[in-house]
Each structure stands twice: as C-alpha cells, then as structure tokens.
C-alpha cells in the first residue's frame, strides 16, 4: 500500500464484518500490500453456514448456443457447471431440444459436457407433457416428430398407453400422403399395423419434436382438425356450419391439438439459423386460415420457452432439484432426519442465446414460488454481437461462462472461497473527518455499523458497481482486490 501525501492527510479504512473491521481496519500511512489470501479473508470472512443459508440464486440454462452449438461443446461451459456443483448453487437445464426421455438427454449432454448432470435437472420442450398423462393415459394420442419409432418410445416411457405415428396411418392408408416417393420406405419400416384405426377416437395430436416429413404430418393433422370425433377418415358435416361457435370448425370431439416447442429457428452447423420445430406451426396456422377461409380460429395449446406453462413447470423442477440435493447435504452433513429443509430460491437467472424464447420467456414469467426472474443474454448462439435484441435481458454476456461470472459478481458471491455472501451489503462511502481529510471506506456486511465514526459523508456508492469491484475476488480479473479502496484519495471532491 502507497503512503500518504505529506501535504494533505489520506486514510484508507476498510472492513468486511463488524469483527473484521476491528482487525484490518487501517489508516493508509504506509505498508506493503497486503498477500492475496489475506486480503481474501479479510473481505470474504468466514461466514456462519446458517446465515449463509438463508436464501440462494439459481440457474436455468438453455442448452443449445450456450454449452452446444451443433454437436461440439462451446468453451467454458463445463468448468461453469463444475463451479457450480462445487459452489452448490441449483441449477436446470431448460431446452427447448427434446426427442428423448429426460435420462437420456441428461445422459447425452453429460457425455458431450464431461459433467454430471442428473435427470432430475432436465427440462426438456415435451417435458410438461409429463402432467397430460393422467388426462391420455388410456386414450390414443398421434404424436408427431422425430425419426422411426423414437416418440413412440419416449411418450410410452411417460406413461401414455396408447400411441400412434403418422406413419403408422401411412402403412393402413398408403395413399394418404399425396407425394410418397422420398418417405416412404421410412414410414414402411416404422409403421405400425393397427387393427381399429379406422374407427378408434384419436384424443390429442402432439407435436412433440421437429417433423421428419413435413409433406404428410401436415396433411395428417389437417384432416384430423376436419374429422369427426378424432376418427382418422372421417369427415365433419359440421365445419362451416355458420350457426356453430367458430363457424363449425373443432366443435366436433376433434383431437386437442399441442405443440412443445415454438421456436421458428435454431443454430446448428450450418453458418445460418434453421427452422425449428415451431416453423412447422406457421405451416399449420397458414394451411388451416386458407381451408377455413380465416373464418375459424385454430385453437391448440403452446408449451415449450417461452410460454408460462414451460417456465412454471421448470420452476417446479427446479425447486423439486434444489430440494433434493438440500437433503443429499443434510444427510451427507450428518444432520439428523436428513435437513430440515432447502432454503428459499430468490432469485433464478434464465441464460440463453435467443431473445425471442429464453429472454422474453424469463422476462415476463411471474413466479410462483417467490423468486424473481432474470436473463442473461449470450452470443454464441441464435443473436448475433452486436445487432438489437428483439427483447431486452437483464444482461449481456459474450458465453456461458462469462455469464455466471457476471451474475456471481451482481450477487456478491465469493466464487474463490466458495462461500455465500448474498445476504451481504457492500458498503463504499467518501468520508470527510474532522481533519479535513478524506477518505474511502467500505465493508460488505448486514448493517453498516460503522458509519458514525468516520465523519461526513460525502459521497455513498453503496451496493454500486464501484463497490462490488472493491471487493471483487480476482479468479476472473486482474489483481484488483481493492484497488479503489487502496487508492490515496485525499480531497477528492464533491
Ligand atoms: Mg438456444
């Protein structure tokens, strides 16, 4: 540490805790700086696990543009996610990708990530299709999406009894797709022979991953929105009818129509972004507004970022999670019972690469379990440096890691030590004393205690970005640690 000027006094004071303002508060006359780890401990204080305990942040993810991009993964994200674990901050996985079960797809970006990552963190765009089970179990549902049998397989996994593909309507049918040539030999070979498809209700269409061919699940659905009563074949008498609510059209026991993933367009290897699975449903929208002469609405639920429903039920994962791993604590801890319990989440960050589903998504999602929601936007992904997001977020960051280390740093998080300072304030004020002499003082604490004895306050920078650098750990920056409060400071003004 410098020494002061001979003509005008300087002070620097510095304190973390009420005890440890005790042991390094300073006057600023001379010195060496202080080592490293010292002054570590002394701005990152060992902090009772109780209080340290009393709430948390977490994390959603988005998956792909943020850890993948294609099928490499990008930089930092593992170590991100180790550091995490490490930290025991909760977090999710909130893709809008599908296509497998959730252990699956767990299991498959843990092998691409080098990382654990536990099923029970998984949400998937099909995800919420979870809760319809009770409603379809025994019920035929076409699920759309996919290659051979795959969502067969995943939507039998969930629980529903009764599942049909559209190529399973071909094999009965084979005239119904109006150009074969290409697909065929696929639908031949996933088809499934089944005897009462030409008079069993089929109760909810759900498009559950991106159509292989669009030709025929866009012919399928169609005629199944102008059955009657969800048998495939069967015509409605009733569409047009002018006397019936939307004109006649859905008023006639038609299949629920669902779609698990809105978004128009995603990042692969290509160098430019492909239609998504929610491209699809533009498809539908335009095909079913031409046939009804925009004279019927086209009524179907949308699940999947950014809709209420997938950041409710991904709040409902995450909490499920957190809890979780607070009881793996406990009992690994040695407290009886197993814990009393995880600490409330207060605020979760939403970090993905597209404005239009995990931002907005994040953005406008109230929570129902207290918790504010923010976003941090990305740019390895779908939005591009430097052009206008279609939606604010709360923070840009270039990547993943990036990302949390922006959110660590908002938070106070001592990501080096790995303890939890949230509940800390970070107090930096300009004082004047009795002297004439000015001078910085700061302290990250709960009550700002010391203030009455170092004179007038000329300048707070509370809880600033000022503030949160001076006593910022320098894993990510340079050696910095604190530069502001180290800093002669003598009259430094108004
Ligand atoms: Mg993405």
């Given at each position: ?7 005008s006094k300087t002070y620097t004071t510095l304190a ?274 031409y046939s009804t002469k925009g004279e019927a609405k ?157 004179g007038r306050i000329l300048k707070d920078r509370t ?32």
């Open positions: 540490m410098a020494s002061s000027s001979s003509s973390v805790s009420d005890n440890m303002s005790r042991k390094v508060c300073t006057r600023a006359a001379g010195g060496g700086t202080p080592h490293l780890s010292t002054m570590i401990k002394q701005y990152f204080p060992e902090t009772p696990r109780e209080s340290a305990q009393k709430s948390t942040i977490a994390f959603a993810f988005d998956i792909d543009g943020v850890f993948v991009k294609g099928k490499d993964p990008l930089p930092g994200g593992a170590d991100t996610l180790r550091l995490l674990q490490r930290l025991k901050i909760p977090y999710i996985f909130l893709t809008n990708g599908g296509g497998l079960t959730e252990k699956d797809h767990a299991a498959k970006v843990s092998s691409r990530l080098n990382v654990d990552i536990d099923p029970d963190q998984f949400v998937q765009s099909h995800s919420p299709f979870h809760d319809l089970v009770p409603l379809y179990r025994n019920r035929r549902i076409l699920v759309i999406g996919g290659e051979g049998d795959q969502i067969r397989h995943v939507a039998e996994a969930y629980g529903f009894n009764d599942v049909i593909t559209s190529s399973d309507l071909f094999v009965e049918w084979r005239t119904l797709h109006p150009f074969p040539e290409v697909s065929a030999p696929h639908h031949s070979a996933h088809g499934r022979p089944t005897p009462d498809l030409r008079t069993k209700e089929i109760a909810a269409i759900l498009v559950w991953s991106s159509s292989r061919d669009w030709c025929l699940d866009l012919q399928v659905m169609h005629d199944l929105l102008l059955s009657s009563g969800g048998v495939f074949g069967k015509k409605s008498v009733k569409a047009g009818d002018v006397t019936l609510p939307n004109n006649g059209y859905l008023q006639d026991n038609q299949p629920k129509l669902y779609f698990s993933n809105p978004d128009f367009e995603w990042v692969t290897d290509y160098h430019q972004p492909r239609f998504a699975q929610g491209a699809i449903r533009e498809c539908l929208e335009g095909l079913w507004r086209l009524e179907y639920t949308s699940i999947g970022k950014p809709s209420e429903a997938t950041f409710m039920y991904g709040e409902k994962i995450l909490k499920r999670f957190h809890e979780k791993m607070s009881r793996i604590q406990a009992m690994e801890g040695g407290v009886s019972g197993g814990g009393g319990g995880a600490t409330a989440i207060r605020t979760v960050y939403m970090i993905g690469d597209n404005p239009d589903s995990d931002i907005v998504g994040a953005n406008k999602y109230k929570s129902q379990m207290g918790a504010t929601w923010k976003s941090v936007l990305v740019e390895t992904g779908v939005y591009q440096a430097g052009t206008k997001p279609n939606h604010q977020p709360t923070y840009h960051a270039r990547g993943i890691a990036d990302a949390v280390r922006l959110v660590l740093e908002k938070e106070r998080y001592n990501y080096l030590e790995g303890q939890n300072i949230m509940e800390a304030r970070v107090y930096l004020k300009v004082y004047r004393d009795q002297e004439g002499c000015d001078y910085k003082a700061g302290h990250a604490n709960n009550s700002d205690s010391d203030s009455s004895k170092k809880n600033t970005d000022e503030s949160i650098e001076a006593v910022r750990p320098p894993r990510f920056g340079k050696l910095m640690l604190p530069a502001a409060l180290r800093q002669k400071t003598a009259h430094p003004g108004n």
